[in-house]
C-alpha cells in the first residue's frame, strides 16, 4: 500500500473512531528502503557453490540461493525489497559505517531489519544511529543473531538446510533474522548510520523498511492492526479449551501528539468474528497513546485451517467502532507429530510468560569437591581437571593437593548424600523468593541423574549415593505444597565420558572412558552404573527425556548442549502428554529442534526482544555449581537480584537465577539470606514485574543522571510501571521521556506497608519530561529499586 494511501485511511479513521461510527482499521504500513547504492557483499550462490565469488562470512562460506526468496517479499505483515536473483550481483549490506538517506525526512513509528551475524556464537551488539531532522540522534542497539549456531536452534525469519563452505556443505540449519524496534518519532528520521566495521562476527543487512508515522494529528488516535496471530497457547474457560488469537494495535500518531484526544482512554474490548468463531473472552485496552503498541488476546473457539476472521473494537458503551480487514485463521493443535511443520507452532504457555522468575538448581556429585577457580564452572569439574592434566591446570593442582592422585571423580559419588535434602524447606523458599517455577537438573555432562533411570542405566541418585530419587521427591513436594509453582527440569543431551556416546561425540563431549588424569593405573576410569546398552539416543537419552515428561511430569524442558538427538518423538510425546492433562508447557533452545524461547547464559539483551526469551545466572558470578572458593559477599544480593530481573523483564524476558546446594542438601545461607530480600521486594512490588508486558516505546528512559542506571518501565492493562534503579533525590523522580501518563491518572509509590496515596506530579507539555514528588520517608523504606505505578484514570 503507498504512504499516501495509508495516511489518508489513517487521517480518516482519526476523524470516524472518536464519533462512533464503524471506520474501517487499514493494513499496517510497512515501506522498504532501497539499499542499492549500499550493497557490498554477496551472501549466496548457487551449483553446490562452486565457482562463485560469494563470500558472506570471509571464509569463502555462502547460503545455498535455491532456499532464499527473491524480490518483493513479506514477513509478519511487512515488506522488504529482496534481490530477484542471488546469483549475480552483491546482495546484502556489510556493515561498514555506511548512511543511509532517506529519500524524504520522514517520522517513523517502527524501524523492520532482516539481517544475519556472520559468526557462529552467542549474539553481537551491532550499533545502528538514526539521525533526525532536528539535530539529535539515537542509538539502536540490536543484538544479532549469526547465521548458524552450533548446539543451539534458532527461529528465524528464513531458513535453509544448510550452507556451503570450502570443504562441503555445513549441515547445520542457516538462517536470516528479522527484528522490529520502536524509533522515537519526535522528530523526522534524515538518515541511518550502520554499525562500523567489525573483524569478526560481522553485521549483513538484507533488508529494511520502515512503518511511517500518520502526520495528521488533528483527529482521534490513527489506530492500525500491527498483527493478529492465533497462536497455540489456551485456556480452559468454563470447561471450553479456548484459543488465545494474540491481537497488537498500534497508534500511528507520533509522540509529541499525546492527549486524551489522541489516545484510547476508556475500556475498549477487542472481538474476533468469523464462520465458525466465537468470542469467549474479549480482549481488554485501556490506554493507547501515540507512537504506542498495545498486546492483548482474545479467547476464541472454532477457528479453522483456511477460514478468515476480522477483528471488531467495541467502545465501553459495546458499540462497535472500528473493524479491520479479514486475517487469516488456523486452528488450535489438538495432536502434535514427530515432524517440523506441526512441532515448530509450539510456543510458551501464557502461565511462563507470565511468570517472570524461575530458580534453577545445579545439584549432583560435582558438588562434593564443589571447586573452581575464578570465571569457571564448579559444575565442570570432571571435565576441567583434565584440561590440560598437569600443574598449569588450577583445578588439577586443587584436586592433587586436596584428594590425591588415586582419588577419581566417580569416588565422590557415595560423598554426595543429600542426608540435609528437605524437599519441603525448598519450594517454601523458592515461593518466600518470588519465583513462580523451579527448574532442577535432572542430569549434567557426567551422566549421573537425580531420578530413576529404568533400564538405561545405572549412574544415578536412586542407586548410588543418596539412594533416593530427588527429581520424584522435588517435583512431588512441590505438587503438594505449591502446586501453582511450576516445576523444569535442566537435561543434558550428552555426556561427557559414556562410552556409549563415543560414537557421537563432538568437541568437548568426546564420549569414551576418560583417562585418569594423574596417569595412575588404569589408565582409563570406570563409568560407574553404566549398562550394556545397544545405541545412546535410542536407549538412553530418548527414553530418560521421555520418562521426565510423562512419568515426573516435568513443565519445562530445559536441555543443554543439543547435538545428536531425537527431539521430534520427544517433543510430540511431551506436548501431547501435557495437552491430554490440561496442561501446556515448553522447551529450551538447547534441545536440537526449535525451541519455544532463547536462554543466553550469564547474558541479558540491551534492548527488547519480541521473540520469548530467558536469562540463566547462578548466584556465584561465575558459576551455577556451589563453588567453595567463593566470597559469600559475591554472590548476587538483593539489589543485584531486583535490578537485573527488572531489567529482564523490561524486554521481553525471564530470569532464570540459579543456587548451588552442598552435596548434603542444603542452601548456603548466603544465597538463601539474597533470595529472601528479593523475595522481599517482590512481595510489595510484584505487580510491576509479574504477569507485565514489555512497554513498545522503550524499555527504559534515555538520559539518567550521570553515573546512575536508567529507570525501566513495564506494563499492564490498567497501569504502567516506572521501576527506578537509583534512590530518588530530593524528594522527586524525573523521567526523561515521553509516557502514557494523561492528566486525572494517579501515580502511587509501591513500599513494604503498601501502596501511596497519589503522589502529585507534572509532565512538561514541550519536553514531555515527567516529574514524580514522592516522600523521603517512603523512599528510605524501600531497598533495591523504587517502583512507581501509574494507574490510568479511564474517561
Not at 546484502?92 to 531489519?113: C, D, I, M, W, Y
Not at 556429585?365 to 564448579?378: D, E, K
Request: aromatic share 12%.
Amino acid at each position: 500500500m503507498a504512504t499516501q494511501a495509508v495516511l489518508f485511511l489513517l487521517s480518516s479513521l482519526c476523524a470516524q473512531f472518536l464519533t462512533g461510527y464503524g471506520a474501517t482499521l487499514p493494513e499496517y504500513p510497512s515501506q522498504p528502503l532501497p539499499l542499492s547504492g549500499l550493497l557490498n557483499n554477496k551472501a549466496a550462490t548457487s551449483a553446490n557453490g562452486h565457482g562463485s565469488a560469494a563470500n558472506f562470512d570471509g571464509a569463502g562460506s555462502a547460503y545455498d540461493s535455491q532456499f532464499l526468496p527473491t524480490g518483493s517479499w513479506e514477513y509478519d505483515g511487512l515488506s522488504f525489497a529482496l534481490p530477484s536473483s542471488w546469483d549475480k550481483n552483491d546482495d546484502n549490506v556489510l556493515a561498514n559505517g555506511q548512511v543511509l538517506r532517506l529519500q524524504k525526512p520522514t517520522s517513523v513509528h517502527e524501524l523492520h531489519f532482516l539481517y544475519a551475524g556472520d559468526g557462529t556464537g552467542a549474539p553481537v551488539l551491532s550499533v545502528f544511529t538514526l539521525n533526525f531532522a532536528d539535530g539529535s540522534s539515537h542509538e539502536v542497539n540490536l543484538y544479532a543473531k549469526n547465521w548458524w549456531v552450533w548446539a543451539n536452534v534458532n527461529r528465524a525469519a528464513i531458513v535453509t538446510p544448510y550452507h556451503f563452505e570450502k570443504t562441503g556443505k555445513n549441515l547445520n540449519a542457516t538462517n536470516i533474522f528479522q527484528w522490529s524496534t520502536s524509533v522515537p518519532s519526535e522528530s523526522p528520521v534524515e538518515s541511518i548510520t550502520f554499525p562500523p566495521k567489525a573483524t569478526s562476527n560481522r553485521m549483513h543487512v538484507f533488508g529494511l523498511s520502515i512503518t511511517p508515522s500518520t502526520t495528521n494529528t488533528s483527529g482521534g488516535p490513527a489506530l492500525a492492526i500491527r498483527r493478529a496471530r492465533f497462536t497455540t497457547r489456551w485456556e480452559d474457560i468454563e470447561g471450553v479449551r479456548a484459543q488465545a488469537v494474540e491481537v497488537t494495535l498500534a497508534n500511528l500518531l507520533p509522540a509529541f501528539a499525546i492527549s486524551r484526544n489522541t489516545s484510547i482512554t476508556t475500556r475498549h474490548t477487542v472481538e474476533l468474528v468469523g464462520s465458525g468463531i466465537q468470542t469467549v473472552t474479549p480482549g481488554v485496552i485501556n490506554r493507547l497513546v501515540p507512537a504506542d503498541q498495545v498486546r492483548i488476546d482474545v479467547f476464541v473457539t472454532g477457528s479453522t485451517a483456511n477460514g478468515n476472521a476480522t477483528i471488531q473494537i467495541r467502545d465501553s458503551s459495546g458499540n462497535v467502532v472500528a473493524t479491520s480487514g479479514e486475517f487469516p485463521t488456523s486452528p488450535l493443535v489438538d495432536n502434535y507429530t514427530p515432524d517440523a511443520d506441526s512441532l515448530s507452532m509450539h510456543e510458551t504457555p501464557s502461565w511462563w510468560n507470565a511468570a517472570k522468575y524461575g530458580i534453577f538448581i545445579h545439584w549432583g556429585v560435582y558438588s562434593t569437591p564443589a571447586w573452581a577457580p575464578p570465571t569457571s564452572y564448579a559444575e565442570w569439574y570432571d571435565w576441567d581437571i583434565r584440561q590440560p592434566p598437569n600443574s598449569s591446570n588450577p583445578t588439577w593442582e586443587h584436586h592433587l593437593e586436596t584428594y590425591g592422585k588415586n582419588v577419581i571423580y566417580n569416588d565422590f559419588i557415595p560423598d554426595f548424600t543429600a542426608s540435609k535434602f528437605n524437599a519441603s524447606a525448598w519450594v517454601d523458599l523458592f515461593d518466600r523468593a518470588g519465583a513462580k517455577y523451579f527448574v532442577l537438573v535432572s542430569k549434567h555432562h557426567d551422566g549421573f541423574a537425580l531420578f530413576d533411570t529404568g533400564n538405561t542405566t545405572n549412574r544415578n541418585s536412586v542407586q548410588f549415593g543418596p539412594k533416593r530419587d530427588l527429581v520424584a521427591e522435588l517435583f512431588q513436594t512441590a505438587k503438594a505444597e505449591k502446586p501453582e509453582m511450576h516445576r523444569g527440569t535442566y537435561y543434558s543431551m550428552p555426556e561427557w565420558f559414556n562410552p556409549d556416546f563415543a560414537k557421537y561425540g563432538f568437541g568437548q563431549w568426546p564420549g569414551g572412558l576418560a583417562h585418569n588424569a594423574f596417569n595412575v593405573s588404569p589408565a582409563l576410569e570406570p563409568y560407574t552404573g553404566r549398562i550394556d546398552i545397544d545405541d545412546y539416543i535410542d536407549d538412553l537419552q530418548l527414553p530418560q527425556m521421555i520418562d521426565l515428561a510423562v512419568k515426573y511430569d516435568t513443565e519445562i524442558m530445559w536441555c543443554d548442549i543439543g547435538g545428536p538427538n531425537k527431539t521430534l518423538d520427544f517433543a510430540a510425546t511431551f506436548y501431547n502428554h501435557a495437552m491430554a492433562q490440561g496442561r501446556q508447557v515448553t522447551m529450551n533452545d538447547r534441545c536440537g529442534f526449535l525451541p519455544d524461547f532463547d536462554t543466553p547464559e550469564y547474558a541479558t539483551f540491551g534492548s527488547i526482544q519480541t521473540a520469548k526469551w530467558e536469562s540463566s545466572e547462578g548466584m556465584d558470578p561465575f558459576s551455577y555449581g556451589l563453588n567453595t572458593a567463593t566470597n559469600a559477599d559475591q554472590y548476587k544480593n538483593g539489589t543485584t537480584i531486583v535490578q537485573t530481573l527488572v531489567d529482564i523483564v523490561s524486554k521481553n524476558g525471564n530470569f532464570l537465577l540459579d543456587i548451588g546446594p552442598t552435596a548434603e542438601g542444603e542452601i548456603i545461607a548466603p544465597m538463601m539470606n539474597n533470595l529472601l530480600d528479593a523475595g522481599t521486594w517482590l512481595d510489595f512490588a510484584g505487580d510491576c514485574v509479574y504477569d507485565t508486558e514489555y512497554w513498545f516505546p522503550s524499555s527504559q528512559d534515555f538520559n539518567p543522571p550521570a553515573g546512575t542506571e536508567p529507570p525501566r518501565f513495564t506494563t499492564t492493562p490498567s497501569t504502567f510501571c516506572i521501576v527506578a534503579f537509583a534512590q530518588p533525590v530530593d524528594g522527586k523522580v524525573t523521567i526523561n521521556k515521553r509516557l502514557p501518563v494523561l492528566a486525572e491518572d494517579e501515580i502511587v509509590f509501591l513500599r513494604p506497608q503498601g501502596p501511596t496515596a497519589p503522589l502529585t506530579w507534572n509532565v512538561d507539555e514541550k519536553s514531555g519530561k515527567l516529574v514524580i514528588d514522592v516522600p523521603e520517608s517512603d523512599v528510605t523504606a524501600v531497598d533495591f529499586a523504587w517502583p512507581f505505578q501509574v494507574r490510568y484514570k479511564l474517561a
